[in-house]
């Protein structure tokens, strides 16, 4: 059973920037990708960025050149550092794990971030 435990959440003013880190617990396969979704109420949840265990990165096109997703393979974390943030990522962002051998899926609980001046 993997478990993960997001942080970083909060309250952030336009422009600003925040970040947000996951740990994992339990046994992660080497073949994996982890990375960050987020959803607002009354929409479907909605990929903000993953990475491979070969750091293959991939990214919503909302969000490019503003956040940078990052992993530590020994530390089981994946991170998503977030700037120049706007109105429009406010969201509950969740973390996820995919074990690809597995074909398996966690989710984190979700870290509330909001975006308001």
């Known amino acids: 059973q993997v478990q993960l435990v997001e942080s970083g959440g909060g309250v952030v003013q336009p422009g600003r920037s925040l970040s947000l880190s996951c740990a994992a617990s339990?046994?992660?396969?080497?073949?994996?990708?982890m990375g960050w979704y987020r959803q607002t109420p009354g929409k479907e949840r909605e990929l903000v960025a993953t990475?491979?265990?070969?750091?293959?990165?991939n990214y919503a096109d909302s969000v490019k050149g503003r956040f940078t997703v990052s992993r530590d393979h020994a530390e089981k974390t994946v991170s998503l550092q977030m700037n120049s943030l706007k109105p429009e990522d406010t969201a509950v962002y969740y973390c996820?794990?995919?074990?690809?051998?597995?074909?398996?899926?966690?989710w984190g609980q979700g870290t509330r971030v909001t975006v308001s001046s």
């Open positions: 996820n794990v995919y074990l690809s051998y597995e074909g398996i899926e966690y």
């Open positions: 339990g046994s992660i396969s080497s073949a994996n990708v």
């Open positions: 990475i491979t265990q070969d750091g293959w990165t």
